[in-house]
């Protein structure tokens, strides 16, 4: 990838999000290397994957499998953390199975089930995030606490998946520091059970500084990084 006027913009949003990554950590008390970002690359070409991997980027985010799916294989060459990011359908499972290192929306039972079943038949581990919603109101997505357990207790006996932790979207119309918040306790109560299950996907280009104050351990950045996104055409 020659280095280019777009690298040089994607090198300088980089450089900004980082400075923001490490005066949140530092102001947490934290760690930026416990801190995975993963940039979201929706509706970008994989071009701005290359170039951002070139910048040191290793992990990477996508919420629709028709364009995650392209764009993963014309990257085949270069070795990154793929990450599902959107809701996800059964019917999808068994692409994003065959390329996603993570999903991190995994909201109900028969998306175990199927997701589960397409990594083994693939051969693969993915990750699983249990995506909760913390308004539970689940237009967007996520199970509700109650919800919550038996779906982790699910994802954690099923085979081709291993349970990591949670993630969730801050409720647009909500003060993110006390959704984050909300979010921390329910992690909490689920290590009781499931100690692996440490992570915590949570904050983007808005929200991050409240996230990682409430101890998000994965952070999905896509404007602060790319730019404006077009607006999808469905
Ligand atoms: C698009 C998206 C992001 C990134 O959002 P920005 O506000 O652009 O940083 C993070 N998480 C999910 C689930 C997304 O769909």
Redesign the pocket.
Known sequence: MPADARTERLGRNLAAVESRLEAACRAAGRERSDLVLIA?T?TFPADDVRRLAALGVHDF?E?RDQEAAPKAAALRDVALGWHF??QLQTNKCRSVASYADAVHSVDRLRLVEVLGRAAEQAGRTVDVFVQVSLDDDQARGGATSEELPALADAVAGASGIRLVGVMA?APVAADAERAFERLATIAARLRVDHPDAVSISAG???DLEAAIAAGATHV?????LLGDRAPVVR
């Open positions: 979201v929706k985010g919420n990011v959107g979207v983007m280009s808005g999905r950045i896509g404007t602060a």
